[in-house]
């Protein structure tokens, strides 16, 4: 199936292994995700995703004549990238795209699920839809709006051209870029560092930040969010810890 995912400490991470065909995503590897991404989601801190040499080149264009071809194989096959790219993006706990090569079409659309991306100096991006006369789900192109704002995302899009590592830090589509050769420490520190933290204060600011970029205001939900984590086991750690003048343990 070319996906496995193991979990190291509170780390889980799902790695796309298809080094033949540069990773590209088929219709049983984008039907497997939220199974995969469910058997870990009650246990894992954070979910990182990974590809090798390159993190995902898009969906395997072969499939374009035997499971795309006509209209009702390229809807079920969309609806299959959907439930992928939901799944990524509603993980419960925080997701870190880890990127190599290429990350293309479908590669970049599983990155943009994540909550964060860091980059090799090698990585290049694009979203090729203009290219196949498809039309990019909603949900897919609002993570991208809200990566890079309006203008990028329609350039983005229009074009399908590839832009490089400098020019997506630029625009706010990574985090971070990294020499390769550095690039898989710096994934596993910050994924670290995630994992130390509060999961209160993580899960609160993941609701409210998917709040803001719908654009809702504040309201009940959110004041109750407030109020459980001032009642919750972290937040008496933290005080505690902060008082004893050591790390909180989480």
């Not at 990182?48 to 395997?60: L, N, P, Q």
């Not at 350039?155 to 898989?184: C, K, M, W, Y």
């Amino acid at each position: 199936m070319h996906l496995t995912v193991e979990t190291t400490g509170p780390v889980a991470t799902l790695r796309i292994d298809r080094p033949a065909k540069r990773n590209a995503m088929s219709f049983e590897m984008w039907s497997a995700i939220p199974g995969l991404l469910a058997s870990v989601q009650d246990t894992a801190r954070v979910l990182v995703i990974r590809g090798g040499e390159h993190f995902s080149a898009g969906a395997d264009i072969s499939e374009f004549e035997t499971l795309r071809s006509g209209a009702d194989g390229a809807a079920r096959y969309g609806e299959a990238v959907h439930a992928a790219e939901r799944a990524i993006a509603d993980f419960p706990k925080p997701t870190l795209a880890v990127i190599n090569g290429f990350c293309i079409g479908g590669g970049c659309e599983i990155a943009l699920a994540c909550d964060l991306r860091i980059a090799a100096t090698n990585a290049r991006f694009g979203i090729t839809p203009a290219k196949l006369g498809i039309v990019y789900n909603f949900t897919s192109t609002k993570q991208l709006v809200d990566a890079v704002g309006p203008a990028w995302a329609r350039q983005i899009l229009f074009s399908g051209e590839i832009i490089d590592s400098a020019t997506a830090l630029r625009i706010g589509l990574v985090n971070e870029l990294h020499a390769p050769d550095e690039l898989a420490g710096r994934a596993k520190e910050l994924a670290e560092v995630i994992a130390s933290r509060s999961q209160v204060s993580q899960a609160g600011a993941k609701r409210i930040i998917s709040m803001i970029t719908d654009g809702r205001q504040e309201d009940d939900s959110v004041r109750a969010l407030y109020d459980d984590a001032v009642h919750s086991a972290d937040y008496a750690e933290g005080v505690r810890a902060f008082l004893e003048k050591r790390p909180p343990r989480f």
